[in-house]
């Protein structure tokens, strides 16, 4: 007799797992199918160059909710965070800025550059605060559907209004800001440094084809502050032995709970009958039959790919055609015999275990966009870098240095040639482009991957290579993802649920949608659980 499961959950990546550990722990018999024959998905590590451990795809963590750390014990399966200590940003003509997360040290940092900016800083910081403080609890809630008559909705509606009512005016004007404007702009507001205000507003483009100067782009900055490492406001860090260590850490306390997880089980097709889902047939042809589906994949590969579209409503099918993915970055992970000496500031020091943001000015940023548009990657690229090894000498030989390197714009969709043909290319420029900083790299590359957004796609399964399963923009946020009306994990076919980054509140290593929507599968969310 053919086993049968509770839960079938589609993708082995960190919201799958952590879907499958809170259904487990609530005494489900879960079952995980991945592709790959590494868990992980986006969050993954791999020796890709012998010796040398990549974060292949993410490479820093922050968003990961304190909650997940705390209910799934990830520390005792493993989950070690190290500090990732700010973000130093070269310029050409020996100038850089350097900021840590020493709010006293970055202050006098920008007193170099400029005494207004120096002050205002202090006021940004706490603005940003008060708008993470605002907007964090919405991350670990199920969204309300302003159009149901559940009156479970209406509650969470009346405290979300509530709360904002009571805000400072200050505040709320911010927020408003925040959710409209580009991140330039908003930065505009506040600072006149302009690399202050380049290498900040880099942060509202990350994943998105939008430009600094493209309005929603603040929005993306603020959910890049929202994360926090032991409690401390918008800090980032390392996993120690690379991104894939969560992933591990999660599929630890997943398997401890009870779940069976498969790698290399690619699954081809969601079995649906009158209406609902029942289970999933593998590529190899080999059917697995459970009461319920939960998809961890992007909206396209679940109702376009793994469903007959006869068994889906042609309005809801036509918002999923509508879905913006729009892939726009790439990642180099370079393997290196030393350290990357940047002529502004020479020497291994302190300000090469924090990021280190190619974002010299706010022109350099919209120039890079503007190839984009059109269908190009940009010549001299936006690049967010990092050397773990500094951090956690795990990851690569003594004496030798991982440097991951996150691109962008690189169009999924290229005006003229194919990525295949132009990867070496792409590849070559973010290396010339870094070596204008620190001239010594190319000869200390012993070991090189590019990535382009197909080799994303390829790898990972995120379609047109988008790093959240679908752009941050407005449209597609909260209540709206990944489609209005069915926002809260369910979907038309009964059984059959989402998982992944698609859902609300979206991308990053964050564990949020894995767990909500387990909530949601459990009838637990109405019960004050999330
Ligand atoms: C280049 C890059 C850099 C990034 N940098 C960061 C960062 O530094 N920090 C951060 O917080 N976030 C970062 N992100 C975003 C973050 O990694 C993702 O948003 C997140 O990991 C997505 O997790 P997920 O579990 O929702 O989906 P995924 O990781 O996409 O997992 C989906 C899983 O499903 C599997 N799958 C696909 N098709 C099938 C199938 N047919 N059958 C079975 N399994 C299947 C895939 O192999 C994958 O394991 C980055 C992403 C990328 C791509």
Not at 19 to 28: D, G, I, P, T, V
Not at 219 to 226: A, G, T
Not at 346 to 362: D, E, F, K, Q, V
Not at 436 to 459: F, H, M, S
Request: net charge neutral; charged share 25%.
């Amino acid at each position: 007799m053919p086993k049968k499961y509770d839960v079938i959950v589609i993708g082995g990546g960190h919201n799958g797992l952590v879907n499958a550990a809170y259904l487990a722990r609530a005494r489900k018999k879960v079952l995980v199918l991945e592709r790959r024959h590494v868990l992980g998905g986006a969050a993954v590590t791999e020796e890709i160059v012998p010796g040398f451990k990549f974060s292949v795809f993410s490479y820093v963590v922050s968003l990961l909710r304190p909650e997940i750390i705390r209910d799934l014990d990830l520390p005792r399966h493993g989950l070690e965070i190290l500090p990732l200590d700010g973000t130093f940003t070269p310029a050409i003509e020996g100038k850089h800025l350097w900021r840590v997360n020493d709010h006293a040290k970055t202050r006098r940092e920008l007193e170099r550059h400029s005494k207004l900016d120096a002050e205002a800083y202090d006021e940004f910081s706490q603005a940003m605060v008060a708008m993470c403080r605002f907007v964090k609890p919405i991350l670990a809630m199920v969204p309300p559907d302003p159009t149901s008559l559940d009156p479970r909705g209406f509650k969470k509606l009346a405290s979300l209004a509530k709360r904002f009512q009571v805000l400072p005016a200050e505040d709320k004007y911010n927020l408003v800001q925040l959710m409209t404007m580009s991140a330039a702009d908003f930065l505009d507001q506040w600072f006149e440094t302009d690399i202050l205000k380049a290498t900040m507003s880099s942060s509202g483009i990350i994943g998105t084809f939008l430009g600094i100067r493209s309005p929603g782009s603040a929005y993306v900055l603020l959910h890049h502050y929202m994360g926090e490492i032991d409690g401390a406001f918008r800090s980032w860090g390392f996993s120690r032995g690379g991104t894939g260590a969560i992933s591990n850490a999660i599929g630890a306390a997943a398997r401890e709970a009870g779940a069976e997880i498969r790698t290399e089980a690619p699954v081809a097709r969601i079995l649906v009958k009158d209406g609902s889902a029942r289970g999933v047939v593998l590529e190899s042809g080999e059917e697995i039959q459970a009461s319920s589906v939960s998809s961890s994949v992007d909206p396209n590969l679940t109702f376009l790919k793994f469903i007959e579209s006869r068994e889906l409503p042609g309005e809801f099918l036509d918002e999923v055609r509508r879905y913006k993915f729009r892939g726009s970055s790439g990642k180099v992970n370079l393997a290196l015999d030393a350290l990357p000496d940047f002529t502004c500031l020479p020497g291994p020091g302190h300000h090469l275990r924090g990021a280190i943001s190619i974002s010299p000015s706010t022109e350099y940023l919209e120039r890079a966009y503007d190839q984009a548009k059109y269908g190009e990657f940009s010549r001299r690229p936006y690049v967010d870098m990092v050397i773990p090894s500094l951090t956690d000498p795990s990851v690569a030989p003594p004496g030798k240095h991982v440097l991951s390197c996150f691109v962008q714009y690189a169009p999924y969709k290229l005006s003229s040639g194919t990525w295949d043909e132009q990867r070496e290319a792409f590849g070559n420029t973010v290396i010339d482009t870094i070596s204008e900083y620190a001239p010594n790299l190319k000869n200390i590359i012993i070991g090189k991957q590019v990535l382009t957004p197909l080799d994303i796609e390829r790898q990972t399964g995120l379609t047109e290579g988008n790093i959240f399963q679908g752009e941050l923009s407005l449209e597609q946020l909260f209540f709206l993802r990944p489609v209005a009306g069915w926002a809260r994990y369910r979907t038309p076919i009964r059984n059959l649920f989402m998982c992944g980054s698609a859902t609300h509140p979206g991308g990053g290593i964050m564990g949020a949608p894995g767990r909500l929507a387990a909530l949601e599968m459990l009838g637990e969310s109405g019960r004050g659980k999330d």
